[in-house]
């Protein structure tokens, strides 16, 4: 049996004195990992000047598979929920990475695609992540992965 404190001292990392309980040490030890997750996400996709959250639109209007999406779909596959959504077609727009189109029939309608060049940029996107994804994870194993994942779906 290993001793959780064996692997990361979090009163260390943020430079308390105060001994935290385990509780509270494995919230701030879950919002450590996410922060360094995000960094390193944010480190791949820096050559392509996109964000996490703009990735994660190109990657769900790719899933789409050619059938126009909403904001409302969109908004409710994101990873990150979030009301700016139309922000962030916008930048996609702005780049030629997505095509944004009001419905002819009702003009309250929007229909969202991913371009051509939306989809090759996103091939090579898809690299730099898996890589990231790679680097972060290459000290367990595949059934440690699995474990892990049976762990958080108990959120």
């Avoid at 598979?65 to 908004?75: D, E, M, V």
């Avoid at 051509?116 to 440690?144: H, R």
Wanted: charge should be positive; charged fraction near 25%; glycine fraction near 2%.
């Amino acid at each position: 049996m290993y001793n959780y404190c064996d692997y990361m001292n979090v009163e260390k990392t943020i430079k308390t004195e105060k001994s935290l309980g385990l509780k509270s040490k494995s919230i701030i030890h879950l919002l450590l990992v996410h922060n360094k997750i995000n960094e390193s996400a944010h480190i791949a996709l820096k050559p392509f000047e996109v964000s996490l959250q703009q990735f994660n639109v190109l990657r769900i209007l790719r899933g789409q598979k050619g059938t126009p999406a909403n904001l409302s779909t969109i908004n409710e596959r994101m990873v990150t929920k979030m009301s700016n959504t139309s922000r962030l077609v916008d930048k996609l727009v702005t780049k030629s990475l997505v095509n944004r189109m009001t419905c002819e029939n009702n003009r309250r309608k929007v229909e969202i695609t991913i371009t051509l060049k939306g989809l090759k940029a996103l091939d090579k996107m898809d690299v730099a992540i898996t890589l990231s994804e790679n680097e972060l994870l290459k000290t367990f194993t595949e059934a440690e992965l699995v474990q892990l994942n049976q762990l958080l779906n108990q959120f």
